[in-house]
């Protein structure tokens, strides 16, 4: 059997483990999880990555009201392969944008971390993908969450079926965790935004390339005991030019024009889904995170910026995804 057709029906089988064991038993320590009332997304537009995206940047996370001033801060972009004339990671310009924007605004230090899940070959990753030159430009470093050291964290919630996962320290000791996806459908996920993102803080050094253990126990799955215990501070959503069909690597280009940011990844995730003209209801790890993790009713969410239906456009998805149309 193919590993693409493996992962796809381990994939399915979390999808209904996830429904069907979620109904009948609490799967998250209530006691550690406080959903705020109304959770604050600010959606900018930026119509080129050739803007003035530190500006813009500034702006969002001004508009968030996030404390930076003196803190150390770890940005995760979404760097996970590098093929020529795509869009599948995060763009380097935002990344650079990023660095400059939170040391403009008094951060103490600002790195960049990542653990590509494909390629054990960071750096010619990081060469490839052009993110190097802004870390000359910003005297601002980069870590590999892949080799980092590691720490044994235990879950706060029970969806795998483990009690603990290894995470890089450099998350840990992080002030402000910043995670920044590409917004991208996703052939196994329906979508993968700021929480799918978070794959990227298992360290390879303990999970291997490419981290199929998290396939394993289901991706839904993982997405939720990962952002239930490893929660972002902030996120900075890639959607100038997003990907759509068969992500998150073979998809195609889709513009939307926007950079999206907020503290809560269940609402700017939800926001997502639905720029990209897809139900977050429907997708289920956003539906269950929505429970206990954060808000994605739109009721719940305070829109500052552009209103969805000014950038809203129609993502294409693969046929077993249509659903999240409706």
């Known amino acids: ?21 979620c109904s009948s038993e609490s799967r998250w320590k209530a006691a550690a999880f406080r959903k705020p009332m109304i959770s604050q997304v600010a959606i900018l537009k930026a119509a080129s990555y ?18 930076v001033l003196g803190r150390n801060v770890l940005l995760k972009p979404n760097l996970v392969e590098y093929e020529r004339d795509t869009v599948i990671n995060t763009h380097p310009a935002v990344v650079g944008a990023a660095i400059g924007a939170f040391l403009q605004l008094g951060a ?18 990081l060469v490839a993908s052009g993110l190097l030159p802004y870390f000359k430009e910003t005297e601002s470093s980069f870590v590999d969450l892949n080799l ?36 991208k459908t ?21 999970y291997g390339w490419p981290k ?8 839904q799955e993982s997405i939720l005991d990962i952002n239930s215990t490893i929660r972002p501070h902030f996120v900075i959503a890639d959607g100038i030019i997003g990907m759509e069909g068969n992500g998150p690597i073979q998809g195609k280009p889709k513009p939307c024009g926007v950079l999206v940011f907020g503290d809560d990844p269940v609402a700017v995730d939800s926001t997502c889904a639905r720029i990209a003209s897809l139900n977050p209801e429907k997708i289920e790890y956003l539906r269950m995170a929505g429970e206990f993790l954060g808000n994605f009713e739109e009721r719940q969410i305070e829109q500052i910026g552009e209103a969805i239906s000014r950038v809203q456009t129609s993502f294409e998805v693969i046929e077993g995804f249509k659903h999240l149309r409706s």
Not at 108 to 125: A, I, K, N, Y
Not at 171 to 183: G, H, N, R, T, Y
Not at 212 to 219: A, M, S
């Open 186 to 206: 996703h052939h196994w996920a329906g979508m993968t935004l700021s929480m799918k993102n978070m794959f990227g803080i298992v360290p390879g050094v303990k």
């Open 108 to 125: 103490r230090e600002v790195r960049v971390g990542e653990g590509p899940g494909h390629r054990r070959d960071t750096d010619g990753l």
């Open 1 to 21: 059997m193919l590993r693409r057709d493996f992962l796809k029906r381990t994939t399915l089988l979390g999808i209904t483990s996830l429904t069907t064991a």
């Open 50 to 67: 050739q803007e003035n995206l530190v500006r813009v940047i500034v702006d969002g996370i001004k508009a968030c009201r996030l404390p």
């Open 212 to 219: 199929n253990f998290l396939h394993w126990h289901g991706i």
């Open 148 to 183: 980092d050291d590691t720490k044994r964290v235990t879950l706060l919630s029970n969806f795998m079926g483990i009690d603990a996962l290894y995470v890089a320290e450099s998350v840990l000791s992080a002030d402000l965790l910043v995670s920044m996806p590409k917004v």
